[in-house]
């Protein structure tokens, strides 16, 4: 069966300082891989999402970037934080080339910028 | 992308059926109609999905309207366990991937 791992759960860090989180997943292959963020009190919002090793998309402007490096690996990463940063953020796993298949999440890392 | 409402929040008592609204009216001919849940602090679970017709699984049932409108997903027996925030989503699957974007959903109480 497919899992997926996502580290660490919980995250503080200093304004300014850079950020990465991991996020795997196991039992498929070229998975489609996305990142989410939800702000408190507020919705899931679409980050990234990415249809293969070294293919990202951006669905909004910020501070974050996200890479792929292996087929079910995909990185958040920041050079330098901001407070607006903070936030849970989710990733996710949906089958490629099926209208119809439903997002798989991780359970999420909570940052907190202070 | 397809927009949904939801009632921001329901009650329902322990052991009868929570009903879950949610109005999709601009939902495209190819747009499916998927619910997740989420309890506080994990990420968001799966539940049911469907296009046009009824669907039944082991956690819960869909139900859509013939015009797809609207949708409704039942929890026949709810318990505590089913506290949680109830996302209902219209999917639009393009360029290769679901872009989906979650409101704010349901916070669905049950009570003892």
């Known amino acids: 069966s497919q899992t997926i791992h996502q580290w660490p759960a919980t995250l503080v860090q200093p304004v300014g300082s850079p950020l990465s989180l991991e996020c795997t997943v196991e039992g498929t292959s070229n998975p489609n891989l996305y990142w989410y963020r939800q702000a408190a009190g507020r919705g899931l919002q679409l980050l990234f999402y990415?249809?293969?090793?070294?293919?990202i998309s951006s669905e909004v402007p910020q501070n974050l970037s996200a890479s792929r490096p292996q087929d079910r690996q995909f990185i958040l990463s920041s050079k330098k934080l901001l407070l607006s940063d903070s936030g849970f953020y989710l990733c996710a796993w949906s089958v490629p080339g099926r209208p119809n298949s439903p997002l798989h999440f991780g359970n999420g890392t909570r940052l907190t910028v202070t | 992308d397809a927009k949904t409402t939801q009632p921001p929040s329901m009650d329902c008592a322990e052991g009868r059926a929570a009903n879950l609204p949610c109005n999709h009216s601009?939902?495209?001919?190819?747009?499916?109609v998927y619910w997740y849940r989420q309890i506080h602090s994990q990420g968001p679970q799966y539940i049911i999905h469907g296009l046009k017709n009824n669907e039944t699984n082991e956690m819960a049932s869909l139900i859509i309207t013939e015009d797809r409108k609207s949708s409704t997903l039942i929890l026949p027996h709810a318990t505590l366990r089913d506290t949680a925030v109830y996302y209902c989503?219209?999917?639009?699957?393009?360029?290769?991937?679901?872009?989906?974007?979650f409101g704010t959903g349901t916070k669905l109480q049950v009570i003892p």
């Open positions: 989503i219209v999917s639009n699957y393009s360029g290769g991937y679901q872009k989906v974007t």
């Open positions: 990415s249809v293969g090793i070294g293919q």
């Open positions: 601009t939902i495209s001919g190819n747009e499916y």
